[in-house]
């Protein structure tokens, strides 16, 4: 039987508290924005379809399922 | 391994890098997507327009006058599709390097941001092309776009959850254990995670009989060149961006040392 090994922290502790609510408040401002590009307007909301096609080329280009 | 703390650049200098080599990683998408691709998103919009006269008996459908965005917008805004996606893929990439930099266990900067930036190239790019490849205008039921964008969603998310059960595998085996092995372990947990994923999600089969196959895989490699295209250069800018942080914050601590 192998021995159990080490069990490493899910966040390192050279990464502190402040720095991890920053990254998660970043986070969630990244994935709105790739949202935006990808998935708003014509595949998950339907409040219109300007985005969508404005970044028409885009979408299927970058492999999103579109239309 | 240990960057002594001086040295490691904070959090924000890093955010910042990774958000500027998105976005000139996701120009240099846009401008591969535009040559390589556009030809043939506008080859499958004659098809789609073709397809729509025949539909209306030929007679003056108003379908180009209701267009919010025209073709020549919809080309520029693929830069901006890119340039913004690409900046947003960027910043998440700093983000993953700062949260797991430590346990990356390699000394090698370079080898922490390309390792994270290859790693989302396989998990969230080529696992989910795999089983969902991209489709050109005129191809895709409007019908099924909630449930192609869901399953789109959990494959992207499987993918990358498939790389982590890689590293995992390739870690499981003790500190001794020959390199082969853990190669082994890597590929048999990174296969166990996609094929789970392949099966469980439904196929989406929905490319007209007509539409030329020719077209159609000219399409999806110029998609899946513009994804690749958009993470080989993602990893080596924020590569190069972090190295020459790293050399100027030695710099400033030796100036400092020699100082005080």
């Known amino acids: 039987m192998p021995k159990v090994q080490s069990v490493h922290p899910v966040i390192s502790p050279a990464v502190s508290t402040r720095v991890l609510w920053t990254a998660l408040a970043v986070v969630a401002v990244l994935l709105l924005m790739a949202y935006l590009v990808a998935f708003d307007q014509g595949a998950v909301s339907r409040s219109g379809m300007y985005l969508h096609e404005l970044m028409h080329d885009g979408r299927h280009l970058l492999g999103v399922p579109c239309h | ?260």
């Open chain 2, 1 to 260: 391994m240990s960057l002594s703390a001086e040295r490691a650049p904070g959090y924000p200098a890093v955010l910042l890098r990774g958000l500027l080599a998105g976005l000139i990683a996701g120009l240099l998408a846009g401008a591969f997507g535009y040559v390589a691709g556009e030809p043939r998103v506008d080859a499958a919009i004659a098809i789609e327009e073709q397809a729509a006269h025949a539909e209306a008996g030929g007679g003056e459908a108003g379908h180009h006058d209701d267009e919010l965005v025209g073709r020549t917008g919809q080309k520029g805004g693929l830069f901006l599709a890119t340039a913004l996606f690409g900046a947003a893929m960027g910043g998440l990439l700093a983000t993953a390097y700062t949260l797991l930099r430590r346990r990356l266990r390699t000394p090698s900067d370079t080898r922490a941001a390309l390792g994270l930036a290859g790693a989302a190239l396989l998990g969230a790019v080529l696992v989910p092309f795999v089983k969902y490849p991209p489709n050109p205008p005129a191809v895709g039921d409007p019908a099924t776009i909630d449930q192609r964008t869901a399953a789109y969603l959990a494959i992207v998310v499987l993918g990358l959850v498939a790389v982590w059960a890689g590293v995992v595998g390739y870690r499981a085996p003790r500190t001794a254990a020959p390199e082969w092995l853990r190669a082994a372990g890597a590929v048999v947990g990174f296969l166990a995670v996609v094929a789970v994923g392949y099966v469980m999600l439904p196929s989406v089969d929905e490319v007209p009989a007509t539409f030329p196959a020719s077209l159609l895989w000219n399409f999806r490699v110029a998609s899946l060149g513009t994804q690749v295209v958009l993470w080989v250069s993602l990893g080596l800018g924020f590569a190069a961006l972090l190295s020459r942080l790293g050399a100027r914050r030695s710099r400033t601590v030796d100036q400092a040392a020699v100082a005080g």
